[in-house]
């Protein structure tokens, strides 16, 4: 997906951690801004922290897309401020009518 879209991820993780984890898994190359809990003083699904990774982004919620796994956090908390969702289903929970769902990342083509 790089090479077309822009990638960033929100995450309640802490900095320190959570950067350590992208190096270790050599992907985050792959993405331009990690926005976390910590830097935002939020945690998903707080409205304020994907506000904030919009601004950094330097973009808007009708031009997004959250891809995640916390149908709370991640799903509602994106819907809330506008975004398009796209459901990571990674706990193998129930079907439900908040928005798409995929069970492997490479689905997420067939959304863009």
């Not at 982004?57 to 509602?76: F, H, R, V, Y």
Request: charged fraction near 25%.
């Amino acid at each position: 997906l790089k090479p077309n879209y822009q990638l960033h991820i929100i995450t309640n993780g802490f900095q320190d951690v959570q950067e350590r984890k992208l190096s270790n898994s050599k992907i985050r190359d792959y993405f331009s801004c990690v926005i976390d809990s910590e830097m935002a003083g939020v945690k998903k699904p707080n409205p304020e922290i994907f506000k904030m990774a919009l601004h950094k982004a330097n973009t808007t919620p009708k031009k997004s897309i959250m891809i995640g796994d916390s149908i709370e956090a991640d799903i509602l908390g994106a819907k809330a401020v506008g975004f398009h969702t796209l459901h990571f289903n990674a706990h193998d929970e129930s079907r439900h009518n908040y928005c798409d769902m995929i069970h492997d990342l490479n689905e997420i083509k067939q959304y863009l």
